[in-house]
């Protein structure tokens, strides 16, 4: 009885580990289709003002290993389409002293890669800058939405 016992277990375990691969084969892919829709881009101004909000601009300053100044701009984007937000993509402008432009940087603040931002939702992103420009006169820089897909 117990040798019956064991090839039943063994069996069983079998037939599971089995029933798991299978489902992860077939199931998994139908997920990762959703996500590799392909995306609805635009960088038109009027759109992107209508259908996106930064708020809560700011900036703290932090020191890394080597002990060099790291500057983090944080920012809330809000979502004010009717669609998910799947990319974003936000334009930096680093000014002096006179508010002249010395310094622009373009940095993805949410990928495809990340769960899409619904409607009416919003979330924080941060971006980390180093060696700015000696100019700099250690503001908030000017920032814009310029991308964004759904």
Known sequence: MGEHRATIIIVSA???LAGCVLAW???APAHDQAAA????????????QS???LT???IATSENFARQKIYVISAYLKNLSNKPLRQAEVKMV???YDNKPIHEYTQKVLDQNQKPLEP??????EVRQE???RGWNYRVPMTEVTKVAY
């Open 14 to 16: 079998v037939v599971l």
């Open 94 to 96: 680093f000014t002096d």
């Open 120 to 125: 009416g939702m919003e979330f924080r992103f």
């Open 51 to 53: 259908s996106t909000q």
């Open 37 to 48: 829709a392909p995306l609805t881009e635009t960088s038109d101004p009027a759109t992107i």
């Open 131 to 133: 060696n700015l420009p």
């Open 25 to 27: 084969v077939f199931v």
């Open 56 to 58: 809560h601009l700011s």
